[in-house]
């Protein structure tokens, strides 16, 4: 049996931190990070045994959310910005999960990125 000689890198707890909501059509990745971007805990569907098709229900987001958020709550805090990205199913229901297990939603933010002007049209066809 092998010892590693890694540790495991601690990363300070705040009363305050961001909730960085990922819902893509396949999956829903759920992560919260400290005011310095750390990450104190993150989930996701898939990593809560969802598969296939589940992963996209809102049924999957709010499980993700609800595990994410009781490890911060347990680690020590309080209030949290949620930022929420993409077009999934699941974003109002892990918002609203978040929001049960203890964490205080003070700031709910959309990030999804936003074409302005989009990509450059095709040539015209020859006749």
Known sequence: ????????????????????????????IISIANQNGQVIAWSSAG???FKGSKKQTPYAAQIAAINCAKTAYER??????VYVKGPGK?????????????LAVLEIRDITP????????RKVRKK
């Open 47 to 49: 990593k809560m045994k």
């Open 76 to 81: 020590g805090m309080k209030k949290v910005k």
């Open 114 to 121: 936003i074409p302005h002007g989009g990509c450059r049209p």
């Open 90 to 102: 699941g974003r109002e229901s892990a918002i609203r999960a978040i929001n049960e297990t203890g």
């Open 1 to 28: 049996m092998a010892i590693s000689n890694t540790k495991k890198k601690n990363s300070s707890v705040d009363h305050q931190g961001v909730v960085y909501i990922k819902a893509s059509f396949n999956n829903i």
